[in-house]
């Protein structure tokens, strides 16, 4: 074992991750969200849009 490693300290902690939404962000999506579901016709996005939708309305 080298000198380097046996005197190393341990690395610090990574600090704290931060949130990159807020629950207004949130809110804010799920409202756009159901204004576009309200104008697409295909049954396939739509059923994604609301996946989404619930998803988002987890977080808040």
């Known amino acids: 074992m080298s000198e380097d490693t046996r005197t190393a300290e341990p ?3 990574p600090s704290r991750a931060r949130a990159l939404l807020s629950t ?4 804010l999506l799920r409202t756009a969200l159901t204004a576009y ?8 996005e739509l ?4 996946a989404l939708h619930h998803r988002l309305g987890s977080y808040t």
Not at 24 to 27: E, G, K, V
Not at 47 to 50: D, F, G, P, R
């Open 37 to 44: 579901a309200r104008t697409i016709d295909d049954r396939e």
């Open 24 to 27: 207004a962000d949130f809110r």
């Open 11 to 13: 690395s610090p902690e």
């Open 47 to 50: 059923a994604k849009i609301n």
